[in-house]
């Protein structure tokens, strides 16, 4: 009877780890498939930039700092990842 019990409490752990691993796949894809603005913009400052400065913040950053007056000022490359509406958290 135990056993019983037993079998079924693994099974469904097997299974919720399964679904986990399954769905966790299935949006990692679409996450990695986002090419439009600002989705694409987010993606690519937390995962691909390689400048040397980056810009952090909200819709101030976005607005209020240029990155081609900032990249020849200073001769290095730069990345606006401001993004309008939210705080830097």
Same mark, same amino acid.
């Given at each position: 009877?135990? %056993? ?7 099974? =469904?752990?097997?299974?919720? $780890?399964?679904?986990?691993?399954? $769905? ?7 996450? !990695? #498939?986002?090419?439009? @603005? +600002? +989705? %694409?913009? /987010? *993606? &690519? #400052?937390?995962?691909? /930039? !390689? +400048? ?7 819709? *101030?950053? %976005?607005?209020? &700092? #240029? #990155? ?10 730069? =990345?606006?990842?401001? &993004? @309008? @509406? $939210?705080? $830097?958290?």
């Amino acid at each position: 009877m135990k %056993q019983k019990y037993l079998f079924k409490i693994l099974l =469904f752990v097997l299974l919720l $780890i399964s679904l986990d691993y399954v $769905i966790g796949k299935i949006l990692a894809k679409y996450y !990695n #498939s986002m090419n439009r @603005g +600002e +989705e %694409q913009k /987010v *993606r &690519y #400052s937390l995962n691909d /930039v !390689n +400048e040397d400065v980056v810009i952090f913040g909200a819709s *101030r950053a %976005q607005h209020h &700092y #240029s #990155s081609s007056i900032i990249s020849d000022s200073l001769n290095v490359t730069v =990345f606006n990842t401001g &993004y @309008g @509406g $939210i705080n $830097i958290l």
